[in-house]
């Protein structure tokens, strides 16, 4: 049976970790208000860009300019936006499944990842694909002119000819409990399929197509970029506080449980040494 001492001290180091767990837990709480704000106030931007950009490509000429060509998807380049830290349940572990899977249903293609997140860098550094890019530290302090200079890394490569295909993998913010894993193509910009019976529109170009097309779509491109990192920084400190108050519940169960059982080991040693006082007293002289 263990000692009183080591069961206190498994109960003292239980109520330290619990006091981390809840500390974790209120951190994730107050940053998931701030996310929140920030993807709520961006979603409806992306959407109407989305909405607009592929409305007006499917119009548009696709040789008026390099983002809107289609060269099949021979090569394809897949951005794998997860967190740098750990500690907040399936959140990493379910981007790096879909990746996984997104990689091998199209393992006769010329594949290539790109990271935004250690997790998702330090989990395929070990393995045999061909790395473009990898930005770490990016969700410390979450700017626009982060998700710009991603994205204008991105179309250069793309208007250079060195990929047909640009993808993102990240996790959608749906709820404090739940997140929903995204994969997307970013490049080149898809194109709205026009229903027959929908009436042929003529778009008036102010000053020219190629022009107005040149100026939106890289702005569209970053739009999408910070809307995926704005989506991915909820997502995560959704995941981490719910992991926190499980793991802080749990650390209560493990505390109530030890305590039971300290309680019975002390109960059990008090009656040894009532049943050896009893017959030590009933032993007659010698």
């Known amino acids: ?22 500390a974790m837990k209120m951190v994730s709480a107050a940053k998931l208000r701030r996310a929140q704000e920030a993807m709520f106030a961006a979603r409806p931007y992306a959407r109407k860009m989305l909405e607009i950009l592929g409305d007006l490509a499917s119009r548009a000429d696709p040789g008026c300019h390099p983002l809107l060509e ?18 907040c349940g399936g959140f990493n572990a379910n981007i790096i499944r879909t990746a996984v899977r997104f990689l091998e249903e199209r393992a006769d293609r010329e594949l290539s990842l790109a990271f935004l997140g250690r997790k998702g860098r330090d989990y395929f550094r070990r393995r045999t694909y061909r790395v473009v890019g990898e930005a770490i530290g ?13 994205a204008q890394r991105i179309i250069a490569d793309f208007t250079k000819g060195e990929f047909d295909q640009v993808h993102l993998v990240y996790n959608e913010f749906k709820s404090v409990i739940a997140q929903r894993v995204v994969v997307e193509r970013l490049l080149p910009v898809a194109r709205h399929e026009i229903p027959p019976d929908e009436p042929e529109l003529d778009y008036l170009y102010e000053p020219s197509a190629e022009a107005i097309v040149s100026g939106i779509l890289p702005k569209y491109v970053e739009t999408q970029v910070w809307h995926a990192l704005l989506e991915s920084a909820a997502a995560e400190h959704s995941a981490r506080m719910t992991a926190m108050d499980a793991a802080t519940s749990n650390a209560a169960d493990v505390i109530e449980g030890l305590t039971l059982y300290m309680n019975k ?7 040894k040494e009532i049943i050896e006082v009893v017959s030590g007293a009933g032993t007659p002289a010698a």
């Open 265 to 271: 080991v002390r109960q059990a040693a008090i009656t």
């Open 138 to 150: 990016v969700f410390q302090a979450l700017q626009y002119s982060q998700a710009v200079r991603i």
């Open 70 to 87: 289609d060269r099949g998807d021979r090569r394809i380049v897949l951005i794998v936006i997860t967190s740098d830290k750990g500690l």
């Open 1 to 22: 049976m263990p000692a009183l001492l080591d069961i206190r001290r498994r109960i003292r180091s239980v109520k330290s970790t619990q006091q981390i767990t809840k």
